[in-house]
């Protein structure tokens, strides 16, 4: 049972309001939002699940996507959630246009129906949520993120969605205290239209992955202004965090996989930052996987001693489509993606590629009807956050879910 600190849209069915402010060195002023529950259980669930936004009109859903769903739901009747974190691409390819969109209902209404789905999700959108048809489109441009804010206030209730950028904070009676900064990156790096950013081969900047002189492509945020705002809220965020037994950062693109590097602005960025401020976890989508690695200790920055990465990234986004690395490497060796660190070229070096060290890869390999999704659980207590990676593979004949891989967070100590 939770003791209700903020209102929420779930119950009252209403956008969340504000409950702070914010300004940047350039004077622009935004809102802010923190949503904060007090529960009465020493220990609580909660669901993190990405890239589940089934197919296109007329389809709308997913055999993959359908078939992780029932998973989720069969895991949730023995391990409740308080809520649901939605980590992007929520409606293939294209987003939505309004809240009127049949998406809404048959994509995500209709599929996780059950009542322990019922409960908050908060989200934070990937670039199909924003990624624009042409325009003239029969039926519009689609594309639209904030028809996802304004969702909050329509449907079932549960879409929490009040910003681009909110925090929550989740309190045991314990004490324990959980905090999640959730992060639009899209507004951050860009639609990835031409992919994602990377650096310029021919500028000498970029032999430091932390320079930021370093010239990068494919570098567009969607909005400039906001996304410089959202970098100094990120920083003053994470530093009055201290409090957090457990702090945890979630947005669609990756910082960092078990390959190594994959958005060199959120990189350089980021991941200083979430070092400094002893963030526990970072969960990411975008690549249809589940994935766990860890910064490794030879990416540094120039002329820094090696050490290795404190901060966990687990990548959750096989959710509704098949990975195209993975199944291209499947096909053609029977194996991994050669740049994973989990490859087995990368054994004999503790499964370091010197980009990043690999814990654990996982994406389907089967087909059609039969295929597997997945999403990821994280079970907190007063000693750990325990993180599983769960598909709705059948190991045995009778099994509804499988947990194929989990890890321990300690507490920070701040």
Known sequence: ?????????????????????????????RDTFSIKIELESEKFNFIVLGDWGGLPPPTYTSDLQLNGAKALMEYAKINPPEYVISIGDHFYYNGVETVRDRAWERTFENVYDSQEMMVPWYPTMGNHDWLKLPEGTEGGQKGNGWAQIEYSAHGSGR??????FFTTEYTTSAGVK?????????TLTGEYRDGAPRPLHSDENCEDPYNLDCELRALHPLDVDVAEWAWEWLDQELAKSVDADFLFVTGHYMILDTGGIYDWEL????????????????????KHTQEHAVRSPKLVPAGAEESPGTVHFFTTGAGSLYDTESTIFQQLTGGLPGRSGCHPRFEENGNDNSRSVCNYYWATTKKDGDADSG?????????????RFVTSEKINEDDEFTVGYEFDINPRNV
Do not use: C
């Open 1 to 29: 049972m939770r003791i209700l600190v903020a209102a929420f849209s779930h119950i009252f069915s209403e956008v969340i309001g504000p409950n702070g402010s914010f300004t940047d060195s350039r004077g622009l002023t």
């Open 159 to 164: 879409w929490t969605h009040p910003d681009l």
């Open 178 to 186: 959980v905090k999640t900064i959730l992060v639009d990156t899209p």
């Open 267 to 286: 990189f350089r960025r980021m991941e200083p930052l979430m070092e400094q401020y002893k963030v526990s976890a970072f969960f990411q989508g975008h």
């Open 375 to 387: 999403f990821t659980s994280v079970n907190v207590d007063a000693e750990r956050a325990r993180v």
